[in-house]
Nanobody
Framework: EVQLVESGGGSVQAGGSLTLSCAAS??????????MGWFRQAPGKEREGVAA???????RYADAVKGRFTSSKDNAKNTLYLQMNGLKHEDTAMYYC??????????????????WGQGTQVTVSS
């Protein structure tokens, strides 16, 4: 079974940067065949898609993070990254990594994914 482990979260001041990593294991198919995405959930709010990389390399971002966040996938290392620059207080949330072979509801839709990590907390102080 696919297992995902996030790392890299922490506390940072507004305007700062963090890089999250998501290491995958247990893939049945080559890593390049998987769609992977980053999601976040703040207390009292619904989970939202942040960024995702499709199996063809296409990357999509939520409007709230465009121009500030960059996601990339290293298929050789089975790892997904999220470089976050210009962090804002409203970016504070638990960040989750997700993966699956296909994304029938779209790569930024949480319902597309069956495999999830445990999350890593990002806290941005203003």
């Amino acid at each position: 079974e696919v297992q995902l482990v996030e790392s890299g979260g922490g506390s940072v001041q507004a305007g700062g940067s963090l890089t999250l990593s998501c290491a995958a294991s247990g893939y049945t198919y080559p890593a390049s065949k998987y769609v992977m995405g980053w999601f976040r959930q703040a207390p009292g709010k619904e989970r939202e898609g942040v960024a995702a990389v499709d199996s063809d390399g296409t990357t999509r971002y939520a409007d709230a993070v465009k121009g500030r966040f960059t996601s990339s996938k290293d298929n050789a290392k089975n790892t997904l990254y999220l470089q976050m620059n210009g962090l804002k207080h409203e970016d504070t949330a638990m960040y989750y990594c997700a993966a699956d072979r296909f994304a029938p509801a779209g790569i930024l839709a949480g319902d597309s994914y069956n495999f999830w990590g445990q999350g890593t907390q990002v806290t941005v102080s203003s």
